[in-house]
């Protein structure tokens, strides 16, 4: 880095095309603004640290300038919307008196910063300064629970930011915010290591965001048989290396709702796999028997249902036929959720994987985290019964701790090859990067909410959960209702929305394990839409937005080899809604055979009413499509 003047106080960086724009100011502390195309977005954000004995950021004394720009293609082991991106930016790298740098990165749609310190010994971050303010007063959609302490799956929030008041709840990432006028900004974090979750608070009448940590636990107590009790915590968020780069924090700014379906910004910014091999990860469905309690019925299932033996042989059945390639054993195949090495006798763990191996079809093991914090020499054990996952539940926190604890499960799960499924967890972060044998997490109000889980909220997942990484939803409900005559208790699950809603759930949200939460029995009665979600893929060649609102409405096509996958979902707000899409992103030339499912004329009423059709398609075509309310429209063209 080149030495700079110390009256040097103003730094501009722009985007490649010049639209997007950072102006950092450095008199008596980092403050930066945001604009695009010359209209401001963000202004007066502030950033700093507050290391013990050190405040980054303050009275800032710039020594050194370097440039940073890169254009290239990235090859995600796990493409769940792209399997090539483009990662283009212009940025800088500002360097300060007392050890420290800040990193900015403008992207053509996106603005990024992380601390970077270069220190010999240790440190404690006691706080990190994260705040932004408001160039209007933006409709902020959040997700906001009661403490730290979350399993991450409230129903989202709408509020305008002058009433988001500092005694509010705060939030967890993402936030979307809508400016009022044509740009959405989505915020949120990544290469998260070794260091706790971003929380966001309002401060009322001043349009101002501020960040909150949580503080790093010291001390446990017992708290039943799935969790720990924090009895004592430091004065610090973090206790690491003092030479080391921090989170990036984003803020991807959209022209058009169908941009967020396509951008991919945790993945870019998130540092490299650490896997040396990664051929072994298999991304892939599920078939998973807890929402539905593992209960077959009918003529064929002549064995007593339940979680048992007979049952997952029929479960794998169900898989292979179908070409599923794994199954979910679910709390209750172990003796004890404490004790991970003696499994139900009833259930017989060996003998399931024996037989799911004869018939090509994996096993996959819930957990509970404390079960496998206490016992982290069983992945070596899981790997030696032939175990292909685990699913680790209840983690329910995001202090340093429980992200390292993130880390070391993906790390030991990879050196034994099993992937992971992350429950009671907090969003993509970028360790699915580093290691992309984490393939989803949960972190979502899915359908395990039952009644609680509504098009009206998930109808904001595409534009925000979901557009951070992978979402373990859990679609694939058969029994379907509208809301105002909804019931449901397992074993007999149903979900709000159309038949058709749900086979779109499967093109619209991605997770590299995607789970059929249904029943095998409900399945086989019905053979169509089930032979059209073993279809749809879990990884992605392209994704091609092509109509959306945040939280109205969404339709996107998704390309795997040459077939062409496409979802539309709605939420409850108008009885029905028509578009008119055009097929222009097909091979111009070739001729396509277009099957697709679409609401019945009496799925506004009665949500199961659907109907399947066949046509050709070329590429130039419109195509009409109909939704009722809470409705979807679902294709496959090849």
């Not at 191996?357 to 994996?362: L, N, P, S, T």
């Not at 790997?383 to 499960?409: C, H, N, P, T």
Request: charged fraction near 25%; glycine fraction near 8%; charge should be negative.
């Amino acid at each position: 880095m080149g030495a700079v003047t110390a009256h040097a106080r103003d730094i501009e960086i722009k985007s490649p095309d010049g639209k997007m724009k950072v102006d950092i100011n450095l008199n008596g502390q980092i403050v930066y603004n945001v604009s695009y195309d010359d209209e401001t977005l963000l202004k007066d954000c502030r950033l700093g640290m507050t290391l013990r004995g050190q405040f980054l950021g303050e009275n800032p004394k710039l020594v050194g300038k370097k440039k940073l720009s890169a254009d290239e293609m990235v090859a995600p082991v796990i493409p769940l919307k792209f399997s090539s991106i483009r990662n283009h930016y212009n940025g800088e790298s500002l360097k300060f008196k007392g050890g420290y740098s800040v990193e900015f990165r403008v992207y053509n749609d996106a603005v990024a910063y992380r601390f970077v310190t270069d220190k010999k010994e240790a440190i404690e971050v006691l706080n990190e300064d994260f705040s932004i303010g408001l160039a209007g007063d933006y409709l902020t959609h959040l997700q906001q629970p009661g403490g730290f302490k979350t399993a991450y799956e409230e129903p989202y929030s709408h509020v305008v930011a002058s009433q988001w008041k500092v005694e509010d709840k705060m939030s967890n990432l993402p936030v979307l915010m809508d400016t009022g006028k044509k740009y959405k900004i989505l915020i949120s974090e990544t290469d998260l290591v070794d260091y706790p979750c971003l929380f966001l608070k309002g401060n009322g009448a001043e349009e101002r965001i501020h960040g909150v940590f949580p503080r790093v636990p010291l001390e446990f107590g017992e708290d039943g048989d799935r969790s720990l009790k924090i009895l004592k915590e430091a004065d610090y968020i973090a206790k690491t290396k003092g030479n080391r780069s921090f989170p990036w924090r984003y803020f991807f700014i959209s022209k058009e709702d169908t941009e967020l379906l396509e951008q991919t910004m945790t993945d870019k910014l998130a540092s490299k796999c650490r896997l040396d091999g990664v051929s072994w990860i298999k991304p892939g469905q599920a078939s998973w028997e807890w929402w539905n309690a593992a209960s077959p019925y009918g003529p064929d299932v002549n064995f007593k249902a339940g979680f048992n033996l007979d049952t997952y042989k029929y479960y794998i059945d169900f898989a292979a036929k179908y070409g599923i390639p794994y199954i979910i054993m679910d709390e209750g195949w172990a003796m004890s959720t404490r004790d991970p090495y003696t499994p139900n006798p009833e259930v017989n763990v060996h003998e399931i994987i024996r037989y799911g191996k004869e018939k090509g079809v994996g096993v996959a093991l819930w957990l509970t985290w404390l079960a496998v914090e206490n016992n982290f020499d069983s992945f070596k054990t899981f790997a030696d019964w032939g175990v292909a996952g685990l699913k680790i539940d209840f983690m329910d926190r995001s202090d340093q701790w429980m992200v390292d604890y993130y880390e070391r499960v993906a790390k030991e799960a990879a050196k034994h090859h099993l992937f992971v499924d992350m429950h009671g967890s907090f969003k993509p972060a970028g360790l699915e990067k580093l290691y992309p044998n984490l393939l989803s997490y949960e972190g979502v109000r899915g359908m395990e909410q039952m009644g609680g889980c509504y098009p009206d909220n998930s109808l904001f997942l595409p534009f925000m959960r979901n557009a951070v990484g992978p979402m373990d939803y859990t679609p694939g409900a058969m029994i379907s209702m509208q809301p105002e005559v909804y019931q449901s208790r397992r074993p007999n699950s149903a979900s709000i929305g159309t038949r058709a809603y749900q086979l779109a759930l499967f093109v619209v949200f991605e997770s590299g394990i995607q789970m059929l939460a249904d029943n095998p029995t409900l399945y086989y009665r019905n053979p169509d839409c089930t032979e059209f979600i073993t279809k749809v893929p879990v990884v992605w060649d392209e994704t091609k937005a092509l109509a959306a609102d945040a939280g109205e409405y969404v339709i996107v096509a998704k390309r795997k080899g040459n077939q062409w996958f496409i979802g539309g979902i709605t939420n409850n707000k108008q009885k029905e809604r028509e578009f008119e899409i055009s097929l222009d992103f097909l091979n111009p030339g070739k001729n396509y055979q277009m099957t697709y499912f679409e609401d019945g004329i009496n799925a506004g009423r009665q949500a199961m009413d659907y109907r399947k059709k066949d046509c050709q398609v070329k590429s130039g075509d419109t195509f009409k499509i109909k939704m009722v309310r809470n409705g979807g429209w679902a294709a496959m063209i090849q």
